[in-house]
């Protein structure tokens, strides 16, 4: 059974870091391609960052240079780092794994939150 598990969501003030962690079991981690999304309050889940089995990053334009996304395929786990945060950057973040031919479907993770105080 797969699991996502998210962590490193919490609470900072504007100008601050996190760093989010997702640890995947129970999937052939390092051939999926994995990314973060997030989703405020009212407003639809938004891609933040991809990246792919063999390390190629997409960003969404509103976190580039600011965000970065990162594998560790020894320990089934992705990375998202998260500098220079703004109050806009205040959601629930998911930890999301592509589809390919070996799984058969997309997974999600529960969840973590970020708040970003002004």
């Known amino acids: 059974q797969v699991h996502l598990v998210e962590s490193g969501g919490g609470l900072v003030q504007a100008g601050g870091s996190l760093r989010l962690s997702c640890a995947a079991s129970g999937m052939p981690f390092s051939i999926v391609d994995m990314g973060w999304y997030r989703q405020a309050p009212e407003n639809q889940r938004e891609l933040v960052a991809t990246i792919s089995s063999t390390t190629r990053t997409n960003y969404a334009d509103s976190v580039k240079g600011r965000f970065t996304i990162s594998r560790d395929n020894a320990k089934n786990t992705v990375y998202l780092q998260m500098n220079s945060l703004e109050p806009e950057d205040t959601a629930i973040y998911f930890c999301?794994?592509?589809?390919?031919?070996?799984?058969?479907?997309?997974?999600w993770g529960q969840g973590t939150q970020v708040t970003v105080s002004s």
């Open positions: 999301h794994a592509e589809k390919n031919w070996l799984t058969g479907r997309e997974y």
